[in-house]
């Protein structure tokens, strides 16, 4: 079946970067789209960034672009979300999706990861 594994996730201080990893398995990773989402206590789920199946094209919120990057490594089938100059308004618990489509609706992916906790402290 499929799995989606995040991880990286943790306690830092403003300012502090995080890497997060999701580890794919059980599903051809290079012919899928990768995006990560973020959600805080009752609040819906809120599109962070997607990647392309080659990696090519990514696209971001406006929340975090220029301080959030997404790659993606077929040969390990991980997506990665380097996080930089982090905000304590950037804490939420972050998920993985898998799509076969580049969307950035969240009811729209296929696949999800069991989520890893981002706390950023002032």
């Known amino acids: 079946q499929v799995q989606l594994v995040e991880s990286g996730g943790g306690l830092v201080q403003a300012g502090d970067s995080l890497r997060l990893s999701c580890a794919a398995s059980?599903?051809?990773?290079?012919?899928?789209?990768m995006g990560w989402f973020r959600q805080t206590p009752g609040k819906e789920r809120e599109f962070a960034a997607v990647?392309?199946?080659?990696?090519?094209?990514?696209s971001y919120a406006d929340s975090v672009k220029g301080r959030f990057t997404i790659s993606r490594d077929n040969a390990k089938n991980t997506v990665y979300l380097q996080m930089n100059s982090l905000k304590p308004e950037d804490t939420a618990v972050y998920y993985c999706?898998?799509?076969?489509?580049?969307?950035?609706?969240?009811?729209?992916?296929?696949?999800w990861g069991q989520g890893t906790q981002v706390t950023v402290s002032s």
């Open positions: 999706a898998a799509d076969p489509l580049i969307v950035k609706g969240w009811r729209e992916y296929d696949y």
């Open positions: 059980g599903l051809t990773f290079s012919s899928y789209n």
């Open positions: 990647i392309s199946r080659s990696g090519t094209y990514a």
